[in-house]
């Protein structure tokens, strides 16, 4: 993403905004994960989409109008004895140089200088509920303002949570967006594939986890978008699972959720393999099933079909599916009705995909489903989930987890899968297996 880039964002969100406002955005905490010693610093998605700063203690307040600068960037003074021991800063001089601001303060003086920037100012854009700490300094410069009003000062009226205009805009990928999203499903295709390769019964999950953490880290990813779920037979059954520490097994499947992170954009693909490289006749059945299903949806996104749609292709597949190998009884129609799929499959067939994996955006817009429209980026992600307590099921079926999920960006004439790269036909995955 090229400064450019940023400069653009906050140039469509000052348009909304309009005059007398402004908006304000944190940095995400530096959290611990135990003693002294913190989680790798993530910046949060919103903040990272308007400014690219990638460091902790700051503050992005946008203030359309404002004579001296409309972008202000409260960030961490330089400090030489910090830097020596935890790496460089920008600092106000960077924030500006490097990161395009119009002006910047140190964060150490934001509570002296925040409140003056919002004397005049009719709306405070600002998401409240999501840093509660950060929710009391927004409360405090207001009540601030507020104490000198008999001095005529205006204190800002209206408070608008800001979510709304951003995640509109997030929701709609830009070419360098979808330039990091195909780049962090090609790491991730690469990792599926790398997995599909080295599986052999005995292993461990984690020593699968390994090979995709290590593909993600070669390929440039440093990081997972969300925690690996590698889940052999039973495991499978467990939609989130990541305790990825079972011995895989000669004649489970092995259900693989991964994806990484590329450049601040996460890929989230699902793959499910045997993890002898050779599917059984019931495991065969079941993957048709969710690989009809799958490929059903998918061809439901394309622009003017609406969110819903690709769900309730892949619920009417699956639910032909079961009445067929005999799990449901009855009358298609009449099970769709009921939900009678529901034990099997429990959860949506996707989710916009972006910054965050499940990415932000209205999926409704009052009580209608929304239409789809290029530039969006979602999963369609259909599974058939069958534990070993699944009464009235035929033991044939059980321990069998399967899911299927590819990243789909919607295009001007459909659809564009950005995670092809990764095999699924039972006939691909099979050779595939058998050349590791
Ligand atoms: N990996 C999380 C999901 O598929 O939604
Ligand atoms: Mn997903
Ligand atoms: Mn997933």
């Known amino acids: 993403m090229n400064n450019q880039e940023f400069a653009r964002r906050r140039a469509r969100l000052k348009e909304q905004l309009g005059e007398n406002a402004v908006a304000i955005i944190p940095a995400a905490p530096m959290r611990y994960r135990n003693r002294d010693v913190e989680y790798h610093y993530r910046q949060d998605s919103d903040f990272f989409y308007l400014s690219g700063f990638p460091e902790p203690e700051a503050v992005i307040v946008i203030k359309p109008g404002r004579e001296h600068g409309e972008y202000i960037l409260f960030c961490r003074e330089r400090d030489r004895d910090a830097e020596i021991w935890n790496g460089a800063r920008a600092g106000q001089e960077g924030a500006v140089e490097q990161y395009g601001a119009d002006d910047s303060f140190p964060i150490d003086d934001i509570d002296d200088i925040l409140p003056g920037l919002l004397e005049g100012v009719d709306r405070v854009f600002y998401t409240m509920g999501i840093q509660p700490d950060f929710d009391q300094h927004v409360i405090n410069w207001v009540s601030h303002l507020r104490k000198q009003s008999r001095t005529g000062v205006h204190t800002p009226g209206e408070f608008v949570a800001l979510d709304h205009l951003l995640h509109d805009m997030r929701l709609f990928k830009s070419s360098q967006e979808i330039k990091a999203m195909r780049t962090a499903a090609e790491i991730s295709a690469k990792a599926h594939t790398r997995a599909m390769q080295v599986c052999k019964p005995g292993m461990k999950e984690y020593q699968i986890e390994a090979e995709l953490l290590h593909t993600f880290m070669q390929g440039g990813a440093r990081f997972p978008a969300y925690a690996s779920i590698v889940g052999g037979g039973a495991n499978g059954c467990i939609l989130h699972y990541t305790a990825n520490d079972d011995s895989l097994k000669n004649g489970d499947l092995l259900l693989i959720d991964a994806g990484a992170e590329y450049d601040y954009y996460a890929a989230d693909i699902t793959r499910t393999f045997p993890v002898n490289g050779k599917f059984s006749k019931a495991q065969k059945a079941l993957y048709e099933i969710v690989l009809a299903a799958q490929l059903a949806a998918i061809e439901q996104v394309k622009p003017g079909n609406h969110w819903n749609d690709p769900h309730e292709a892949a619920v009417r597949v699956i639910t032909e599916g079961l009445v067929e190998v005999g799990i449901l009884k009855g009358k298609v129609s009449t099970l769709i009705e009921k939900e009678a799929y529901k034990p099997y499959y429990m959860h949506?067939?996707?989710?916009?995909?972006?910054?965050?994996?499940?990415?932000?955006?209205?999926?409704?817009?009052?009580?209608?489903?929304?239409?789809?429209?290029?530039?969006?980026?979602?999963?369609?992600?259909?599974?058939?989930?069958?534990?070993?307590?699944?009464?009235?099921?035929?033991?044939?079926?059980?321990?069998?987890?399967?899911?299927?999920?590819?990243?789909?960006?919607?295009?001007?004439?459909?659809?564009?899968?950005?995670?092809?790269?990764?095999?699924?036909?039972?006939?691909?995955?099979?050779?595939?297996?058998?050349?590791?």
């Open 348 to 436: 949506r067939t996707g989710h916009w995909l972006g910054m965050d994996v499940h990415d932000v955006g209205d999926y409704k817009i009052e009580t209608e489903w929304r239409l789809l429209e290029p530039g969006m980026v979602m999963t369609v992600e259909p599974g058939l989930y069958i534990p070993n307590d699944s009464k009235g099921v035929d033991k044939k079926w059980w321990n069998i987890g399967i899911r299927i999920e590819d990243d789909v960006l919607v295009t001007k004439e459909g659809h564009d899968i950005l995670s092809k790269d990764v095999v699924k036909q039972v006939d691909d995955i099979e050779a595939l297996m058998a050349t590791g």
